[in-house]
């Protein structure tokens, strides 16, 4: 049979019905990915993203995560109620300007940006510092000198909006920062990478290290355990699950210290109380007449047995003219010239005098 008589063929009545059976589920089958497709295409949203909420803690804002958080517990563990610090963290404490007090203790939490090649450099964006109840005392973010490549909100929170006019100097908030935390104890976890962004140092005695403590008191295996995992472990609550919040992790940091404060405070010494002895000590040395510095330490300049000093109140006597030298006009050095020294009998001390020839 040729092509062109082939081509002339009417399909048979099976070959009809089967056509028909499948053609509506093929149908169905196109239809069903078409309405797929525009359900996975959504219109762009006319309504403005809202701004995170400062000062409040990502996880208070999801009800999911507090449904199984007891807030109402009567639990008390080291002198501290666990419902009172997990509600210090969750921020769901109401503080009166008068509780923004500095006081002792003060614990920081510093967010960062990217800038340089590809983000890879870190620079300051914000600070966060709250006081011993966690009562805000500075929250504040800083103007960058250079353009912020990646603002790393998945972690930081920080947006482009935040780092604008509103936003202070590093120079300002470094002073402001300083004055705050000078003769002050200074939680924070890791607290030397937030030391470090600021350009600032702080008297070791005066560090209280979250991360440090919990390792060395045995809290955890590891040297550098992450904040979130010991509030999970010592409060029972989940933080930075998702945006990270300057607040909330200084509210968790000072809720830590305070449940260990008795046990981790232990191998500290107080401060004021060793310098006020030092100074009571030094006010007791007795004075010499002829200066201000303490008997006590002078005699160790004085000592009759130093050398090259020489005994006190003792004159040396010597009166002779020494002359050392080549010989002159053929004339060759006196042999065994400390001979002729003056024994003092002349009753003269006199004066050494080095001739040089």
Same mark, same amino acid.
């Given at each position: 049979?040729?092509?062109?008589?082939?081509?002339?063929?009417?399909?048979?009545?099976?070959?009809?019905?089967?056509?028909?059976?499948?053609?509506p589920?093929?149908?169905?089958?196109?239809?069903n990915?078409?309405?797929?497709?525009?359900k996975?295409?959504?219109?762009?949203?006319?309504?403005?993203?809202s701004?995170?909420?400062?000062?409040?803690?990502?996880?208070?804002?999801?009800?999911?995560?507090?449904?199984?958080?007891?807030?109402d517990?009567?639990?008390?563990?080291?002198?501290?109620?666990?419902?009172?610090?997990?509600?210090?963290?969750?921020?769901?404490?109401?503080?009166?300007?008068?509780?923004?007090?500095?006081?002792?203790?003060?614990?920081?939490?510093?967010?960062?940006?990217?800038?340089?090649?590809?983000?890879?450099?870190?620079?300051?964006?914000?600070?966060s510092?709250?006081?011993?109840?966690?009562?805000?005392?500075?929250?504040?973010?800083?103007?960058?000198?250079?353009?912020?490549?990646?603002?790393?909100?998945?972690?930081?929170?920080?947006?482009?909006?935040?780092?604008?006019?509103?936003a202070?100097?590093?120079?300002?908030?470094?002073?402001?920062?300083?004055?705050?935390?000078?003769?002050?104890?200074?939680?924070?976890?890791?607290?030397?990478?937030?030391?470090?962004?600021?350009?600032?140092?702080?008297?070791a005695?005066?560090?209280? $290290? /979250?991360? @440090?403590?919990?390792? %060395?008191? #045995?809290?955890?295996?590891?040297?550098?355990?992450?904040? =979130?995992?010991?509030? +999970?472990?010592?409060?029972?609550?989940s933080?930075?699950?998702?945006?990270?919040d300057?607040?909330?992790?200084?509210?968790?940091?000072?809720?830590?210290?305070?449940?260990?404060?008795?046990?981790?405070?232990?191998?500290?010494?107080?401060?004021?109380?060793s310098?006020?002895?030092?100074?009571?000590?030094?006010d007791?040395?007795p004075? $010499? /007449?002829d @200066?201000?510095?303490? %008997?006590? #330490?002078?005699?160790?300049t004085?000592?009759?047995?130093? =050398?090259?000093?020489? +005994?006190?109140?003792?004159?040396?006597?010597?009166?002779?003219?020494?002359?050392?030298?080549?010989?002159?006009?053929?004339?060759?050095?006196?042999?065994?010239?400390?001979?002729?020294?003056?024994?003092?009998?002349?009753?003269?001390?006199?004066?050494?005098?080095?001739?040089?020839?």
């Amino acid at each position: 049979m040729s092509a062109a008589s082939s081509s002339n063929v009417l399909p048979s009545s099976n070959w009809l019905k089967l056509k028909k059976a499948i053609q509506p589920t093929r149908n169905k089958k196109r239809q069903n990915s078409q309405q797929n497709n525009r359900k996975s295409v959504s219109p762009p949203s006319t309504s403005k993203v809202s701004i995170f909420p400062r000062g409040t803690s990502v996880t208070s804002l999801r009800r999911g995560t507090l449904e199984h958080v007891d807030l109402d517990t009567t639990e008390i563990k080291n002198g501290e109620s666990i419902a009172s610090l997990r509600k210090m963290v969750l921020g769901m404490n109401s503080y009166q300007p008068s509780e923004a007090v500095t006081g002792k203790y003060l614990a920081i939490d510093c967010e960062m940006v990217g800038i340089g090649l590809e983000g890879s450099e870190s620079s300051l964006a914000r600070v966060s510092i709250v006081n011993f109840k966690g009562a805000v005392v500075l929250d504040a973010f800083v103007r960058q000198r250079e353009r912020v490549v990646d603002y790393r909100t998945k972690w930081s929170g920080v947006r482009r909006a935040d780092l604008g006019e509103e936003a202070k100097p590093f120079n300002e908030i470094q002073k402001t920062v300083a004055d705050l935390v000078k003769d002050r104890v200074l939680v924070g976890h890791a607290v030397h990478n937030d030391l470090k962004a600021l350009l600032l140092s702080h008297p070791a005695p005066q560090l209280r $290290d /979250t991360q @440090s403590l919990a390792f %060395k008191h #045995k809290l955890v295996k590891s040297r550098r355990p992450a904040l =979130r995992v010991l509030v +999970r472990q010592e409060l029972g609550i989940s933080i930075q699950e998702g945006e990270h919040d300057s607040v909330t992790d200084a509210r968790a940091t000072m809720a830590l210290f305070r449940l260990h404060k008795k046990l981790w405070e232990s191998g500290f010494r107080a401060v004021n109380t060793s310098i006020k002895a030092k100074s009571k000590n030094s006010d007791a040395l007795p004075l $010499d /007449t002829d @200066s201000t510095m303490p %008997k006590q #330490k002078r005699s160790r300049t004085t000592d009759d047995n130093m =050398r090259g000093r020489g +005994r006190q109140g003792v004159s040396s006597g010597l009166s002779t003219v020494v002359r050392r030298g080549k010989a002159v006009n053929g004339t060759k050095p006196k042999e065994r010239w400390w001979a002729t020294l003056s024994d003092g009998s002349s009753g003269s001390k006199g004066t050494l005098r080095l001739s040089m020839m």
